[in-house]
């Protein structure tokens, strides 16, 4: 059977990736060699027309007032709450389950991260502990759009009002998704909250071919600040009103992220096609829980797809599917609340039951745009024989 698979791999199917870059390039190459091309004869390598055309075009796609475009994921949130005027001692809180570099801009500005719980079936983070968490010195929250499906925004934000905190989105992987309010209205993510940051990461829902990342916003003050912060605190040239930063986004990246966005909603179509498919092909084992999501998955466009194996050993199945040549990866192995870098005496472990467990449930399976019917096949035939 293994070797049948493999074979049948070799003749009909390509490559299976976690990403496939290369085949997603193949169809967009002649825009943007040609749009690159461009960039090179005309040496406006920083913040040359491409630059231009995509903040607008993004301000557009998303429904936001300001896109401020910088040099990745990572400065986007620490630019985000040095705008927004948090100070040291100030306490922010985000989820226990996400990638580090949300908690990394917060202690390196000396704030301190508060990490709280995630819910068991989206993975986002938990209102109720939010709300736990609050303290008088609590400043802001940053809830992640895990996976790339929509926080609990509603519960999020009547928190924030009712205690006067600013929430900023942390869109890096939710790029494209559309949260349904209960009032009914459909909002972009990264265009609820006081303000977002997304990652143009290359393996992001919309990536480019090195570092990228950008800033949103409604508040047209708070849209000026951030401006003079990513350009060295400057408002007028050589005039430095406030501490800075250097980050941008250069030329050659709006070019790919320009050709991009036109195709972002196929592409994260794409991703839900593919989602729906592992979903129809595993659901029915009762050792896999599949992705929870509402209705037609507007609210999740699946930067991963991401299962929960219950009862069996998860790292065992990650050695198998490796071993059949088929990628995978545990999104977070480690909660962050007990990294090392994080470690703090307020946290007790009985605070973290979800996260705790997940940590030894979750794996996240091959997804990208180029995914097709054979390889989810394989995939999941694969993967289904590992409980046999
Ligand atoms: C990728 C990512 C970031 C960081 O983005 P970079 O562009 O790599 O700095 C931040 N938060 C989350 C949730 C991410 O997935």
């Known amino acids: 059977m293994f070797f049948v698979a493999l074979y049948y791999q070799k ?40 630059v231009k055309t995509f903040q607008a075009n993004l301000e557009k796609y998303l429904g936001v007032k300001h896109v401020i475009p910088c040099a990745n994921g990572t400065d986007a949130l620490q630019i985000s709450m040095m705008g ?3 100070t040291p001692g100030d306490e922010v809180i985000t989820a226990d389950f996400t990638f580090a570099a949300t908690v990394e801009v917060i202690a390196l500005l000396g704030l301190t991260p508060v990490m709280v719980d995630v819910l068991p079936d989206t993975f986002n983070i938990d209102p109720a502990a939010i709300e736990k968490a609050i303290t008088p010195k609590t400043k802001a929250i940053v809830p992640v759009h895990l996976f790339g499906q929509a926080a609990a925004m509603d519960e999020i934000m009547e928190i924030a009002e009712k205690h006067n905190l600013f929430v900023i ?35 992001k829902n919309l990536g480019c071919y090195g570092d990228g990342g950008a800033i949103f916003t409604n508040d047209d003050d708070l849209a000026h600040t951030l401006r003079g912060i990513v350009n060295h605190g400057m408002y007028k040239r050589y005039h430095h009103d406030v501490v800075g930063v250097n980050s941008r986004l250069d030329s050659l990246q709006a070019v790919v992220l320009n050709e991009k966005l036109r195709l972002l909603d196929f ?6 096609w593919a989602a729906i498919r592992y979903t129809q092909l595993l659901e029915h084992h009762p050792k896999i829980q599949t992705p929870v999501t509402s209705g037609d998955c507007s609210s999740h466009v699946f930067h ?5 194996i219950l009862d069996a050993d998860r790292d065992a199945l990650v050695a198998y599917l490796q071993a059949n040549q088929i990628p995978c990866g545990v999104y977070y192995p480690i909660p962050l609340h007990r990294q090392k870098a994080y470690v703090d005496s307020r946290y007790n472990e009985a605070d973290f039951c979800v996260t705790n467990q997940l940590i030894n449930e979750v794996i996240s399976l091959p997804m990208h745009s180029e995914l097709d019917e054979a390889q989810v096949l394989f995939i999941c035939k694969t993967l289904l024989a590992f409980f046999d």
Request: charged share 20%.
């Open 11 to 50: 003749v009909a199917m390509r490559k299976i990736q976690m990403v496939d870059l290369q085949t997603q390039y193949e169809f967009i190459k002649p825009q943007v060699d040609a749009g690159m091309q461009e960039v090179l004869s005309s040496a406006q390598f920083i913040n040359g027309p491409a």
């Open 84 to 86: 927004l005027g948090l």
């Open 169 to 203: 989105e942390d869109n890096a992987q939710g790029i494209g998704a559309t949260f349904t309010s209960k009032n009914g209205t459909h909002t972009k993510t990264g265009g609820i909250g006081h303000v977002a940051s997304t990652s143009f990461f290359p393996s």
């Open 267 to 272: 592409y994260n179509e794409r991703r839900k």
């Open 304 to 308: 991963q797809y991401t299962l929960r």
